[in-house]
């Protein structure tokens, strides 16, 4: 089961992202559901300092490990596209790559001609060598009904 020793979570609007560039999902045209996503890495003061990888370019996602006196923090921006019609978006966000794995449960609901909503997860990065998974599972469903795009992205992060 996925918990969390430290992690804050926080649903900010896009304004407050700042003048980083909203990714979206390679080969996915506009007015269709999506989620894309960025991973910065740093320290306890700005764990945004350094970019690792986008949704763009998935393949090559490598940070460095946690040592003893030297914690790796990474912060983890979803972006929840808006679609031809009004859109939630729900399911299960996993992140191996921290020190204690996390899952999240998203629950958003985007208008058309609206921004993106925006998530963001903080968390320490595994002092342990390896690859672990970063699981995307959103079912984006058109309201008040429809049937339902499943969005489904597996990438692979190394830390080493």
């Known amino acids: 089961m996925f918990r969390t020793v430290w992690a804050m979570t926080t649903v900010v609007a896009l304004g407050t992202a700042g003048c980083r560039s909203i990714p979206r ?14 991973i910065m890495l740093g320290d ?3 764990p945004d300092r350094d970019f690792v990888c986008y949704s763009e370019t998935p393949a090559n996602c490598v940070m460095p490990p946690s040592r003893p006196g030297e914690q790796v923090f990474a912060d983890v921006h979803l972006y929840y596209h808006p679609a031809a019609a009004e859109t939630r978006y729900d399911g299960s966000i996993q992140i191996g790559f921290f020190s204690s794995p996390l899952e999240l449960k998203p ?3 985007v208008k058309p001609d609206a921004s993106p909503e925006n998530q963001g997860i903080v968390g320490i990065v595994s ?3 390896g690859t672990y998974p970063f ?3 959103i079912a984006a469903t058109p ?3 429809g049937a339902a795009r499943q969005i489904r ?8």
Not at 25 to 38: E, F, M, Q
Not at 153 to 160: D, F, K, P, S
């Open 153 to 160: 992205e597996q990438v692979q992060v190394t830390v080493r």
């Open 107 to 109: 629950t958003f609901t």
């Open 44 to 46: 306890r003061d700005n």
């Open 127 to 129: 002092d342990k060598p």
């Open 135 to 137: 699981t995307i599972g």
């Open 25 to 38: 999902t390679a080969g996915s045209p506009l007015g269709v559901p999506r989620v894309g996503w960025v």
């Open 143 to 145: 309201t008040p009904g």
